[in-house]
């Protein structure tokens, strides 16, 4: 497995410009990734077209959106309902996931048992199923869009069930300490492990697989018309951040959705041997109302002021330190708190957070204890713990990200790339120039 961080991208824009489509394939939600490349999009003239995963009705029925929800919407939109994964597919038996984990106890979890080929009757249906809502949400793509060139964006990640018991080991997993703390390899080696990376894998990663098979004929007509069609999606394998005078490489665990991520990650790499235009792109932590339960992730993001100091006398840098650290109690500096990152990283017990070669690494109690315990007093050198330094940083991140993806594929070819904190840094301050 190679690591290949980007550092720069062409400022030119010509695969993708006015008269070109943004279509995203899933759900746009507040606080994420694909909000900055919808700005980027924007800013280019380019037109948005919304996707959905769809809703569930009171008997667990997979619907579109109603009229209602649609006024949500703030884009052009297709209503085709997108859900990946399989919990709610019935095998053979009559029973799905969900009705399967009604048995589980918290008290028993090691010994619950998984019947594997029910299991994956119920993820091959939910395979089916999506394949043939993404073929139709092609084919409405296809009358829509009859001129430009079109990115695919992939918005779909979790796989989480539903389920009181999953989400409360899930909880210990990743914000246990003392005897709370329960081991993610520990949980991910027993069969309620298998089946939930299962899920996992099949929101995450087997979701980009079948867009790109049901977008095939699409993809060849456009192509025969010298058009472009491009895939990208987002992934998490770590990403550079600039600490104690140097880029390393650093990732947050645990993070069990990260062999999912591998495997789209291949699926990318398979793709671009068969001559298709897809990106996975690694991007940098930020906070988001998925990450937010990963009680430590953000921590990552402080150290971000490392590379926006280089350009201190930016106007839009010096605006930002200004809103930061208005955000922090009277005589707390964002200096102090990056220290206080660099010191925790710099602990023994942290080390396994920097080695690529481990990667998804699970948690170790003393590690992830550090982790909580350093968000917990960065949290508290807030003003107010619900207005933190996070969300303008991780603005910061999205927004950078946004523009870099739109640029890459006219420079770039290869499958899997990493955004780290430096490039972010200088793309920001170029888009704040424009």
């Excluded at 997993?173 to 492990?193: A, M, Q």
Aim: with cysteine; aromatic share 10%; hydrophobic share 40%.
């Amino acid at each position: 497995m190679s690591f290949y961080p980007l550092r720069s991208v062409d400022s030119d824009s010509r695969f993708f410009r006015p008269g070109d489509t943004l279509v995203l394939v899933g759900e746009l939600f507040d606080r994420g990734y694909a909000n900055g490349l919808v700005q980027a999009a924007l800013r280019r003239g380019m037109r948005v077209i919304e996707g959905t995963v769809g809703r569930r009705d009171e008997n667990h029925g997979l619907r579109p959106l109603r009229e209602e929800e649609l006024k949500e919407k703030k884009y052009e939109w297709v209503n085709i309902p997108l859900e990946a994964g399989f919990e709610w597919e019935v095998a053979s038996d009559g029973l799905h996931l969900m009705d399967r984990l009604k048995e589980l106890k918290l008290a028993e979890w090691e010994s619950f048992s998984v019947p594997k080929d029910l299991i994956n009757e119920s993820r091959i249906k939910g395979e089916q199923r999506l394949f043939r809502n993404l073929q139709n949400f092609c084919a409405e793509i296809e009358k829509r869009v009859p001129s430009g060139n079109i990115l695919f964006a992939h918005l779909m990640a979790g796989g989480v069930p539903k389920n009181k018991v999953v989400l409360s080991l899930l909880n210990r997993v990743v914000r246990g300490t003392g005897e709370k703390f329960l081991s993610s390899k520990k949980l991910w080696d027993s069969p309620l492990g298998w089946v939930i990376n299962e899920n996992f894998k099949a929101v995450t990663a087997w979701s980009f697989q079948l867009l790109l098979e049901a977008s095939s004929e699409l993809r060849e007509k456009m192509m025969q018309q010298g058009r472009i069609v491009a895939y990208s999606a987002y992934g998490y394998h770590g990403t550079e951040i600039f600490i104690s005078g140097q880029l390393r490489w650093q990732s947050y665990a645990p993070y069990l959705q990260g062999w999912a991520k591998l495997l789209l990650e291949d699926l990318a790499r398979k793709a671009r041997q068969q001559g298709i235009l897809a990106t996975v792109f690694n991007c940098p932590e930020i906070l988001t109302h998925s990450s937010s339960i990963f009680q430590g992730v953000e921590v990552p993001l402080y150290p971000l002021w490392n590379i926006l100091w280089q350009y201190g006398n930016h106007p839009f840098v010096r605006h930002l330190e200004g809103n930061c650290q208005m955000k922090l109690k009277s005589g707390v500096t964002l200096s102090e708190v990056v220290k206080m990152c660099e010191q925790t990283y710099a602990e023994p017990d942290l080390a396994i957070l920097f080695d690529f070669a481990r990667w998804p690494q699970h948690n170790e109690k003393q590690q992830l204890e550090k982790l909580i315990s350093v968000s917990d007093h960065i949290m508290q050198m807030h003003e107010n713990p619900k207005n933190l330094l996070t969300f303008d940083l991780s603005e910061v991140v999205l927004e950078a990200c946004g523009e870099v993806m739109l640029k890459y594929f006219q420079q770039y070819q290869e499958p899997v790339v990493w955004i780290g904190h430096d490039l972010v840094g200088s793309e920001i301050v170029r888009l704040k120039n424009q």
